[in-house]
């Protein structure tokens, strides 16, 4: 599903919309969701194509006539096209299904998944993203630490297993049982915190990347078991995507 799409299903009743509504809501569309300086008339022509909806008979002139000054005006008009002034803007806001937070972060999560090069850590993104958009934010949370963890254990394993485990070898914690790393699945003998510790001993990931981390699994912690504690979009939005730029993204494999 494209980004037009999802944000056309947040619009309410989309089918009985009249075209020059439309034309308001793709104003919005490209300006706010996009974050394009400004929309001209061949781009919203495009979304009307997009979504397989006859266009406004003559956009350009709608444009024109509806940023005159006035009551009823509802753009302004810059060198390279049209905005929403900022009441229009609000009222299409209000509108919205979900809310303009909601839809924004769900564009926002997603524009993520073309950056994880792997696929199927792709994929696995896509269901933490799924579980998100269905408010199901413990769940999202839960999976984008595997995901994180993950990555960090076969890019470790891939291309500093000597220095991690020359660190590890110096190890006098007594809950980690191993003294080396030989196979992927080594790395599941050693706690969540303390491989994080050892990471930054190595020098695999830097001092901030170790705080990051650190904040995230006590967050990861809260969410995976059953508490009075609710958590909010904002800091599952965070979580989301404060792991894949940091870890799954900064850190690359290939």
Not at 7 to 17: M, T, V
Not at 74 to 81: A, V
Not at 171 to 200: H, Y
Not at 228 to 250: G, H, W
């Amino acid at each position: 599903m494209s980004k037009l799409e999802t944000f056309a299903l947040s619009i309410p009743d989309l089918a009985n919309r009249s075209a020059s509504q439309l034309v308001d809501y793709f104003v919005y569309y490209l300006t706010v969701i996009n974050e394009a300086q400004a929309a001209r008339s061949v781009e919203i022509g495009k979304c009307f194509a997009e979504l397989r909806i006859s266009p406004y008979s003559n956009i350009s002139q709608y444009l024109a006539r509806s940023s005159a000054k006035g009551k009823s005006q509802k753009f302004l008009k810059l060198k390279d096209g049209y905005v929403l002034n900022r009441q229009s803007q609000l009222e299409i806001q209000k509108t919205l299904h979900s809310g303009p937070a909601r839809v924004e972060t769900s564009l926002l999560l997603r524009n993520l998944l073309p950056n994880v090069t792997d696929l199927h850590e792709q994929s696995f993104l896509q269901e933490a993203i799924d579980c998100y958009e269905i408010g199901a934010r413990r769940a999202a949370i839960v999976m984008t630490w595997m995901l994180a963890v993950d990555h960090l254990c076969k890019y470790t394993f891939e291309k500093h297993l000597g220095d991690f485990n020359q660190v590890l070898s110096l190890n006098a914690d007594k809950r980690v049982k191993i003294t080396a790393v030989t196979k992927e699945d080594d790395f599941s003998e050693i706690p969540e915190g303390k491989f994080i510790e050892l990471l930054r001993q190595a020098g695999i990931i830097t001092n901030d990347v170790r705080k990051i981390l650190e904040v995230k699994l006590g967050i990861r912690n809260t969410a995976a078991h059953p508490s009075a504690i609710s958590v909010s979009e904002v800091k599952a939005t965070d979580f989301i995507i404060d792991l894949v730029e940091n870890v799954v993204i900064k850190y690359k494999r290939a």
